[in-house]
């Protein structure tokens, strides 16, 4: 995330729990800007019941905890720690800043004084107030004014500041971690409490050094390979004319083409620039997460292999990845990409000239993507999207699918064993000879038509949408396979099997009905 | 939930009313009952509120939205169950509660209200007419007596739940009938007297002994309740609030209660030993803009007032509240009864001044125009010609003779019997007191509320702990 926008603040949210000082720890060694303890009396209006009263543990324990790992282990000046979780009074924010807190989050109450009433349906877009919907009728029902948010805050900032004169301080800062100064007793009388011991939660850590954030995370991302990537592109940045970089790639070299993306992304939106504006040339093994949120109009060529996390995110950009022309290795019997490709993509293209890993495609919602082959677990959780895959799968494909299609190319005819079939059903891949259609150019000649026609109608015209993916892969990507398959193509189609989402279809079915079933 | 969005798909709908023209000639209740259909869009209109606001709107905490879901889901038997376990009488607070649980709405808020009296009104009728209202007859006896003093909603409600934790209770009503002001005071025309006897039945077969005619430290001394180990008041607040001007000594002028109690026993056919109080052909004045007023003013046009007037000491409230400020609370507002619709003349901000008369007879007021402060508008001087006063001016506290003085107990500042909402006990241990007497005038649901809440107070104080609802 820091490498697709350096100037973002990265931000983990914790939940208070035991344990959570290490967990925080860790997520600071791994650079986060901000960490978030989440104490479980807050929450969500749309929540269950069940989470808002059995999850996590109060902010006041977690954040004792956190505070304390980080001072111990040299950490906490780099990260700035932030609470949250019912907090409502300025004695919240005071206890907060004692127990290690430079940052203090408030949800419900400024909703409050906005005008929610806690109607907990912010889930079911019925706010009455307007204040959790997108009904534009619910919605002119919100009475609202920033004043009544900024009065609120300025309730709590008087009670904050007459607080701290009452323990003498001039600072937040001054008084971040000075748990010493808390006491129990005079809050809490009540039998349940006898015998409890804060001696822990109090604990204050001896140091010399600053126990607040003062410093900034050093992400070591100032001389990554993205870095000449954007220079070369620069160009195609400013001003859409199309460039061609070509450059060697190592396996340190990792989210490789994601900087560049956010470049593209922060000028030009989600639009981006045109098909192939910025066309990448790599050599080699690239590191993790090869064009992770590679955004529209970046194309990269990927001689060599890729990694796991592949096109994580992607965002537009196109990814082609085949092995090097003068290896001797059989592509579609070998690995070209690791596990998890395709994590979360959202647009896209992705010819892999070879097989995939495990997770292939997982949580997809609308890329589309060519493989030879893919291991366990392959279409997780997706929920758009076209995934090809011309060879072997492993087992337990398109578990939690519900949306988007994929076909596989079923030789051995055992497919059908290695699906999850708990929300997909298999169907055949027949040649549509609707006169119609054809006549009308819609479903004829479809690399002509480019993506938005293998995007097109999910229902129909299967057999053309595989051929135009499997020209695509062989021309892209030089693919044998695909090549021979497109050659036999009659005695191929009937090994393809479609995997369609049941509910998936529904939907289609029924936004067809409405358009005027087309 | 009753549907996700039903309060945007369906309008609010209450029971339509006869005719005014037409009600006015008898004194049946004229209530025309909602489609079981159209019940089941009103319940749906309920939103199952994260914070359902009527809960505590509502004195007697009726789980309000499940019972509206049950209605949608025509799941009738369950939602009597849900609705039973809070209320003792929905037959009652289904007709004649102001429901603060619909001010309390959250819909009020920026809509309109769920129809909640009007379903809970359906649910009861309905569970009535499929025999869903059987006695619930207590598992054991625990052998302790306990005697409730007085027989309106609040003595009703403790004598229930007494009866059915397994105590022998026997009700002293000093009429002739129980129900008090739900009988006497209350119109036929709004609460049909048969509503109560139902009920009665019930509470008579889970072994409720109603002792009527027996006004204990009048007729009945109040040695009698020595014999019981604890006794809960519930005689009501029943000393009306006076109006000491000149004049007020002249024929015709009358307490409300008087004069409403007269035509209740009338329709009853119940006798009674006093000079008839009449408006037919008169002029009529009701001093008072509350209920009680309303109650006069539906029952003069019903006896053929000539004309009917209503004059209200305070200021004419606002017509709409605003909401952002009093909601979820019970509002100042302008509220038009069905009786005002009948016919009837309101002014507000008069004060009566004096009344005259010739012989000894009233002829009419002399009023004033008064400011926010009570205090009269010089030069605003007017006369009201009338042949018929009614004072409806409220309840100052309960009679203290007899009952209250008998019995020695302490009394709060404003005459009431004193003693607080835990342990409903007054300055005798044994004595408890609910309703009215304690509270000052009220409403039927508050009685309910304290009559159901006294009677766990004294079936912990007569066992040590109680399985009864607080
Ligand atoms: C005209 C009128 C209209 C009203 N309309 C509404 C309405 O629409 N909605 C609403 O919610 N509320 C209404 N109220 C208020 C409501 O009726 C009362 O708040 C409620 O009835 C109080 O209940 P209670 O049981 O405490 O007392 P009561 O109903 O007053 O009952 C007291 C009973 O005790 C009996 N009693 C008193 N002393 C003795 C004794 N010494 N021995 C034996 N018996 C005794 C009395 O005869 C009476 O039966 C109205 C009140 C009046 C006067």
């Known amino acids: ?518 | 939930m009753g549907k996700a969005t039903g309060f945007k798909e369906f309008a609010r709908q209450t029971p339509g009313y006869e005719k005014p023209e037409s009600r006015v000639r008898h004194y049946n209740e004229f209530t025309q009952p909602l489609s079981n259909d159209e019940l089941a869009k009103q319940g749906a209109r309920c939103m199952d509120c994260g914070i359902p606001f009527c809960h505590q709107g509502c004195p007697v905490n009726n789980i309000i939205p499940d019972w509206n879901d049950l209605v949608y889901r025509d799941r009738w038997a369950e939602a009597i169950e849900v609705l039973h376990s809070t209320n003792n009488f929905p037959e009652f607070t289904g007709r004649i509660c102001p429901a603060p649980c619909e001010a309390s709405c959250t819909l009020n808020l920026e809509d309109i209200p769920v129809a909640i009296k009007t379903i809970e009104h359906a649910i009861i009728e309905r569970a009535f007419a499929d025999g869903l209202v059987q006695p619930e007859k207590p598992k054991a006896a625990t052998g302790k007596k306990v005697a409730v003093v007085g027989g309106g909603p609040a003595g009703l409600a403790a004598s229930q739940q007494l009866a059915r934790a397994g105590h022998a209770v026997v009700l002293f009503e000093k009429n002739a009938y129980v129900g008090g002001l739900l009988r006497y005071g209350i119109p036929d025309f709004k609460l049909d007297k048969q509503v109560i006897e139902r009920r009665v039945a019930q509470m008579k077969a889970e072994g409720v002994e109603i002792r009527t005619n027996a006004h204990v430290g009048v007729t009945v001394p109040v040695s009698e309740l020595d014999a019981f180990d604890a006794v809960v008041l519930t005689g009501g607040s029943e000393k009306p609030r006076d109006l000491p001007v000149p004049g007020r000594e002249l024929a015709g002028v009358h307490f409300a209660m008087d004069f409403l109690t007269q035509q209740n026993r009338r329709v009853s056919g119940e006798a009674f030993d006093a000079a008839d109080i009449l408006a037919t052909g008169k002029k009529v004045v009701v001093i008072g803009g509350g209920d009680t007023g309303a109650d006069c003013v539906g029952t003069s046009n019903r006896q053929n007032a000539a004309s009917v007037t209503q004059i209200e000491i305070m200021g004419k409230p606002p017509v709409m509240e605003d909401k952002l400020v009093t909601w979820p609370k019970w509002p100042n507002k302008l509220r038009t009864s069905s009786s005002h619709d009948e016919g009837c003349d309101r002014r507000w901000s008069v004060a009566t001044q004096s009344f005259f008369g010739e012989g000894g007879v009233l002829k009419g007021l002399n009023c004033v125009q008064v400011d926010d402060k009570f205090q009269p508008v010089a030069g605003t001087e007017f006369t009201l010609e009338a042949d018929l006063v009614l004072l409806a001016m409220g309840f100052v506290h309960p009679v203290h003779e007899g009952l209250v003085d008998g019995l020695g107990l302490d009394k709060d500042g404003r005459g009431n019997v004193k003693a607080d909402t835990v342990k409903y006990q007054t300055s005798n241990p044994k004595v408890f007191a609910a309703g009215d007497i304690r509270r000052g005038q009220s409403l039927v649901v508050w009685a309910i509320r304290e009559g159901r809440q006294a009677a766990r107070a004294v079936d912990e104080f007569l066992m040590g702990s109680s399985t009864l609802p607080r």
Request: proline share 3%.
């Open chain 1, 1 to 518: 995330m820091k490498n697709v926008n350096p100037a973002a603040r990265i931000s983990v949210k914790l939940v208070s729990e035991v344990g959570v000082g290490t967990v925080a720890a860790g997520v600071t060694k791994a650079k986060a800007d901000h960490v978030t303890i989440s104490g479980f009396d807050g929450g969500t209006g749309a929540s269950p019941l069940t989470s808002i009263k059995h999850a996590g543990s109060p902010w006041e324990i977690g954040l004792a905890e956190t505070h304390q790992t980080l001072v111990l282990n040299g950490l906490r000046k780099r990260v700035a720690v932030q609470v949250d979780g019912a907090l409502r009074t300025g004695r919240d924010v005071v206890i907060g800043a004692l127990l290690g807190a430079d940052e203090f989050g408030f949800a419900t109450a400024p909703l409050i004084a906005a005008g929610c009433i806690m109607m907990r349906k912010c889930h079911l877009n019925t706010c009455p107030v307007g204040v959790a919907t997108q009904d534009p009728e619910l919605r002119k029902r919100f009475k609202g004014q920033p004043e009544h948010v900024i009065n609120y805050f300025f309730f709590i900032a008087e009670e904050v500041r007459e607080l701290m004169a009452t323990l003498g301080f001039r600072t937040i800062q001054e008084m971040i971690g000075r748990s010493d100064l808390l006491d129990v007793n005079k809050a809490v009388d009540h039998w349940k409490a006898e015998g409890l011991d804060f001696s822990r939660l109090f604990h204050k850590v001896e140091t010399d050094e600053p126990v607040y954030n003062c410093e900034t995370q050093d992400h070591e991302i100032d001389n990554v390979l993205d870095r000449k990537l954007i220079a070369g592109a620069r160009k195609a940045i400013d001003t859409k004319e199309a460039v061609r970089i070509e450059t060697d790639i190592h396996n340190y070299d990792r989210t490789a083409g994601a900087m560049l993306g956010g470049e593209v992304a922060k000028k030009w939106g989600y639009a981006g620039l045109a098909e192939d504006t910025i066309h990448i040339k790599l050599n080699g093994t690239s590191g993790q997460s090869f064009g992770a949120f590679a955004a529209k109009g970046m194309t990269m060529e990927l001689e060599g292999e890729g990694n796991d996390y592949v096109g994580k995110g992607l965002s537009g950009g196109k990814l082609i990845i085949y092995p090097p022309k003068i290896s001797k290795i059989v592509a579609e019997d070998n690995i070209i990409v690791g596990n998890t490709v395709l994590y979360g993509a959202i647009e896209g293209e992705c010819y892999f000239r070879g097989v995939g890993g495990e997770r292939f495609a997982v949580r997809n919602s609308g890329a589309i993507a060519v493989v030879e082959g893919v291991g366990d677990h392959g279409c997780e959780y997706m929920t758009g999207g076209v995934v090809l895959v011309i060879g072997p799968t492993g087992r337990n494909f398109a578990a939690g699918m519900s949306g988007g299609v994929a076909y596989v190319l079923d030789e051995a005819g055992d497919f059908a064993k290695r699906c999850n079939l708990a929300m997909v059903d298999l169907e055949p891949v027949q040649a549509e000879e609707d006169a119609m259609e054809k006549h009308e150019g819609m479903t004829n000649d479809l690399e002509a038509h480019g993506l938005v026609d293998v995007m097109g109608d999910m229902t129909r015209g299967d057999a053309d949408r595989i051929q135009a993916l499997l020209r695509n892969h062989a021309h892209y990507t030089g693919s044998k396979r695909a090549h021979e398959i497109l050659l036999n193509w009659e005695y191929y189609m009937p090994k393809f099997v479609k995997v369609m989402p049941v509910d998936y279809r529904r939907a289609l079915q029924e936004m067809q009905k409405k358009a005027g079933g087309r």
